[in-house]
């Protein structure tokens, strides 16, 4: 009997797996297609909705400016006055080379401009950091879809400060053949404060306090930052005796028409002071500065201080003067030759 019935039951087993591995599968398949679907639905969408975001986005950036030369005044906008004139005359340059818009000026071009370069290195570094920082401006603000300027690289510049500061004697000399006084005054405090020629130049007496600690001058620097210095009581006189009847909005140093001194008055007084004392090299009011961090940190002064002092945003910038020129060296470890 059994026998007769066996292949009736194995058929039976058979069907009844059939639909016991179907019944597991089916579900299982639709499931999962149904989540596929959904991932596909949910990516078209998100592309959709994406490349609109971006469609947007390009047509405000783009309404940002009309013409180059409103790229130009966006792009200075910010910046120092000195700093606005430079760069005014090294992208006029640049531009009058290339002879079309910045949105048609390519990599060649580029290239083409800094082989016809002939000037120092650091002139023609400081030229092209001058056409990459406005493409990278204009390519911020959507007015050119690619910055061709990023893939020229700036040309190396020799470390030359330590050309550029004076000895203790230079300082001295100068000041003391200085006959004005007024101008005798000025010099003194450059090198004493280690300030700008810009910050000089704006300094007003509402700036200058003093008490019994010395004399406190608060000055408005580069990048719109605040900085207060600490100077001995010393100077405080030297500045009260060419005050006069100035105000506090007056400016400490008078031009002679009484308002403030333009920068390249101050260059004139530097560079003759300079060949007064002796000195024939190009001397600059920056020249004070670079000899007051220098001076200050072969004295001992932390390193942090003088960067306070000078207004460094990085006290690396500080740290150059440690290596413009060291105190010491392993050459003086070796035996002469």
Not at 60 to 87: C, E, N, S
């Amino acid at each position: 009997m059994c026998t007769l019935f066996a292949p009736y039951f194995a058929q039976m087993r058979r069907i009844s797996l059939h639909f016991s591995l179907s019944n597991f599968l089916w579900p299982l398949i639709f499931s999962f297609s149904i989540l596929f679907g959904l991932i596909l639905y949910r990516l078209a969408t998100y592309k959709y909705f994406y490349s609109k975001v971006i469609s947007m986005n390009e047509v405000l950036m783009f309404r940002q400016a009309d013409d180059d030369k409103q790229v130009i005044a966006m792009w200075l906008h910010d910046k120092a006055p000195g700093t606005q004139r430079i760069y005014r005359i090294d992208v006029a340059r640049f531009l009058s080379f290339a002879g079309k818009p910045l949105g048609a000026i390519t990599i060649g071009d580029v290239q083409a401009f800094a082989d016809t370069l002939e000037c120092a290195p650091a002139t023609k570094a400081r030229i092209l950091a001058a056409a990459k920082s406005l493409f990278g401006f204009a390519k911020r603000i959507g007015y050119i879809r690619f910055d061709v300027s990023a893939a020229i690289k700036l040309p190396k510049v020799k470390e030359t400060l330590g050309e550029r500061i004076l000895s203790e004697g230079d300082i001295s000399r100068m000041i003391a053949l200085e006959p004005d006084d007024r101008n005798r005054v000025m010099l003194k405090l450059l090198y004493l404060s280690g300030m700008r020629v810009s910050e000089l130049c704006r300094l007003m007496w509402r700036d200058v306090q003093s008490d019994t600690n010395g004399i406190y001058i608060t000055i408005f620097g580069k990048g719109g930052k605040t900085r207060t210095i600490l100077l001995d009581n010393h100077i405080y006189k030297d500045l009260v005796s060419v005050r006069g009847s100035s105000g506090p909005n007056d400016p400490v140093f008078r031009s002679h028409k009484g308002g403030f001194l333009d920068p390249s008055q101050v260059w004139r007084i530097v560079r003759s002071a300079a060949r007064r004392a002796g000195i024939d090299v190009d001397v600059s009011p920056h020249w004070f500065r670079h000899a007051h961090a220098s001076h200050a940190l072969d004295r001992g002064c932390p390193i942090h201080l003088v960067q306070a002092t000078l207004g460094h945003a990085s006290v690396a910038t500080t740290g150059r003067y440690l290596h413009a020129r060291p105190n010491d060296s392993s050459a003086r470890y070796l035996c002469g030759m």
